[in-house]
């Protein structure tokens, strides 16, 4: 079975700060997504990424970076955290070259911004 | 882009079918997904039906593509109180989309 993992279940920073969500996936898939969720706005794609060191824009990138160094490893920062990012944060992977394949996803991180 | 609806809320009792019903405007997905998502977890694969199909049946899900309405609906016969959860569509191709979700509460 496909494990995905977020480093953190629950995490509280501040504004202003430097905020790192971590996901790792154990089944060697190309793709991994970072999406955020919100009450009656589904999930709404923040990056993606399809390979290594690559990454893509979703919807709603503004305030956000990514980093893939390592197949596994795709982690989201939030440079300076806003009140406005506080939400649930949902990391997924999928494999293959094309994205039609089904997503599998991390159980999430729900961030608060105080 | 793509627009995904789906009706908020869906109430039924135990025993009863559900059916949850998803419209959108443009689709070249060449799969279309149906996923859960349990209270406090991530969300998991539940069933999916490929674009060139009107219909699959997987036990109590039956899932129905009409794609001159644009219309996907996920029937659960027999409902359980453990179907209590958010149901997504979604479609996966050039873009990643996910409708807002039904919250489907079981009542005994």
Known sequence: DVKVTQSSRYLVKRTGEKVFLEC???????NMFWYRQDPGLGLRLIYFSYDVKMKEKGDIPEGYS??????????LILESASTNQT???????SQGSQFNQPQHFGDGTRLSIL | GEDVEQSLFLSVREGDSSVINCTYTDSSSTYLYWYKQEPGAGLQLLT???SNMDMKQDQRLTVLLNKKDK?????IADTQTGDSAIYFCSFH????????????????
Not at chain 1, 67 to 73: A, F, L, N, V
Not at chain 2, 71 to 75: A, N, P, Q
Not at chain 2, 95 to 108: A, D, E, K
Request: charged share 25%; net charge positive; aromatic share 12%.
């Open chain 1, 24 to 30: 790792v996936q154990d089944m060697d898939h190309e």
């Open chain 1, 66 to 75: 990514v980093s893939r160094e390592k197949k596994e490893r795709f982690s």
């Open chain 1, 87 to 93: 939400s649930m944060y949902l990391c997924a992977s």
């Open chain 2, 48 to 50: 999916y039906i490929f």
């Open chain 2, 71 to 75: 219309h996907l609906s996920l029937r």
């Open chain 2, 93 to 108: 191709g050039q873009n990643f989309v996910f409708g807002p979700g039904t919250r489907l509460s079981v009542l005994p």
